[in-house]
């Protein structure tokens, strides 16, 4: 795939865009600053985003202005940003029927449980957040590693379910 001549845009989808996703677009474009612009949006969005996520955020010394829950409609608009990647971060949201997206953006699913759902107490909530956010930042390091002006379509994709498959690894401690 070729270098565009703007950082390759990525869309993270999830149902209700209120965390995973959220939490992705603001990873996506910590990590790959400068290489990636990422947005977020959900099938069904939420119409908020959960204030664990915000505070796990600012937590890391990331930014969360801007961040909101929307619908993906926005992004399958023809004014919209013409994507490259699109990843889904939900199970709920792997397999359901996309809008058509302009281009011929790659994409992959990179499922991970909805902290959202977690049950107990404060501390057991804020515990499931962090493994999602420790468990992106890993996937999205490793993709933000990859040579992508070198490799073709095919070979990004082949790496992008690759890096979906792989046990979702937790240990790597900072965002």
């Known amino acids: 795939m070729n270098a565009p ?4 845009n990525v869309l993270v989808l999830c149902t209700g865009n209120s965390a995973r996703s959220i939490l992705a677009e603001a990873l996506f474009n910590r990590i790959g600053q400068g290489k990636f612009q990422a947005y977020s949006a959900g099938s069904h969005p939420t119409g908020f985003v959960q204030p664990i996520a915000l505070e796990l955020l600012e937590s890391v010394g ?13 992004f399958a608009r023809p004014d919209a940003p013409h994507m490259d990647f699109i990843i889904t971060v939900c199970d709920r949201a792997h397999g359901e029927v996309c809008p058509l997206w302009p281009g011929t953006p790659v994409s992959a699913h990179w499922g991970f449980p909805d902290p959202a759902a ?16 420790h468990g992106l930042s890993n996937r999205i390091r490793q993709f933000a590693s990859l040579p992508l002006e070198a490799l073709d379509a095919l070979a990004i994709k082949r790496e992008m379910d690759r890096i979906g498959s792989e046990p979702i690894d937790t240990t790597e401690r900072s965002a």
Do not use: C, I
């Open 62 to 74: 990331m930014p969360t202005e801007g961040l909101r829950s929307k619908n993906w409609d926005e």
């Open 118 to 133: 977690a049950s107990g107490d404060e501390a057991h909530q804020r515990y499931a957040y962090n493994e999602v956010l």
């Open 5 to 8: 001549s703007r950082p390759f």
